[in-house]
């Protein structure tokens, strides 16, 4: 199954259209995405499975434009973001997209609340301005008395929530999470997972998962595995 369209009235808010990739290993040529065909839906939740070195994360990193494809387009409400400049891309990612990775990214030398403040600072907010909503974005989390805290004094579960915040501060219809769980104990985990959904319901927020944590994949509104460089529905949940 190559070609995956929601069969509902939605308007897809990101398409990937004949998305190619690939890589040269000497003489030889792999094809790690393959004429891929994919839509996203405002506020859904979808999981992309698959086995080390399927191209999970390349997609997603083409996705959001921090890769490009060999061929093929990805369009975000009507805008070809591979068409557009470097510092456009840029620009795009940091107003239209949030991102969320396994090992979080912060920056070590800020507190909670400068490293959730930075997109804003970096889209030219006053301070002022781009701290009072870190912080409401920080309390949302459940972290408003860390704010003042380096990552090196927070848990992983509150630094993957401080990552979580930074993602949200410029109300992105979409974020892109690479393993957000991965580097997490199951409690965690878990309440990483409860953040997101209750995220999803205060934000018509949509989120694109990248995992290998199948428990987490089934919990979500549609899983896809990667497999040979192309996406095919998952018709069976492992909770059945």
Known sequence: MT?????????????????????HDGSNQVNVIDDLELDVYAAEHLAIVGSSGSGKSTLLHIMGALDKPSSGDVIYMGQNIHQLSDNKQADFRNQNLGFIYQFHHLLAEFSAIENVAMPRLISGQSKEAAFEQASELLK???LGHRIDHRPSALSGGERQRVAIARALINQPKLVLADEPTGNLDHANA?????????IREQFDTAFVFVTHDLELAARMDRQLKLSDGKLHTILESVNG
């Not at 808010?13 to 990739?21: A, E, F, Q, V």
């Not at 878990?190 to 959904?197: E, P, T």
């Open 140 to 142: 949302r989390v459940g």
């Open 3 to 23: 070609e995956l369209h929601q069969t509902n009235n939605h308007q897809a808010i990101l398409s990937c259209r004949h998305i190619c990739k690939t890589y």
């Open 190 to 198: 878990q309440s990483i997972f409860a953040l997101i959904q209750e």
